[in-house]
Nanobody, 123 residues
Framework: RIQLVESGGGSVQAGGSLRLSCVVSGHTPSNTVIGWFRQAPGKEREGVASIYTTEDRTYYHDSVKGRFAISQDNAVNTVYLQMNSLKPEDTAMYYC????????????????WGQGTQVTVSS
């Protein structure tokens, strides 16, 4: 079982930055994928970025390419989401999720989820 705990959310003005952290614990085989998702009120949950835990292969949603960066520090079992040039439309609850051998960012393919951290961007 994989446990995930997110932190780092908050309120910022448009153009600002935040860094989200996801601490991963439990059994994480070499084919584990960690993903960041977000869900705004009244909208479906969407994938933002993902990374393989044993290599630096990454994926980004088109809406965040060039602004967000996913990275990991295996020494502290943490995956980060650096968010720059934030926009009001980035406002959402952000979740960290994990599973094995996942291709793509369909949230139904991820079985382990954190509790979420709120990001609010004001104009």
């Amino acid at each position: 079982r994989i446990q995930l705990v997110e932190s780092g959310g908050g309120s910022v003005q448009a153009g600002g930055s935040l860094r989200l952290s996801c601490v991963v614990s439990g059994h994480t085989p070499s084919n584990t994928v960690i993903g960041w998702f977000r869900q705004a009120p009244g909208k479906e949950r969407e994938g933002v970025a993902s990374i393989y835990t044993t290599e630096d292969r990454t994926y980004y949603h088109d809406s965040v390419k060039g602004r967000f960066a996913i990275s990991q520090d295996n020494a502290v079992n943490t995956v980060y989401l650096q968010m720059n040039s934030l926009k009001p439309e980035d406002t959402a609850m952000y979740y960290c999720a994990a599973d094995l051998w996942v291709i793509g960012m369909d949230p139904t393919n991820f079985g382990f989820w954190g509790q979420g951290t709120q990001v609010t961007v004001s104009s």
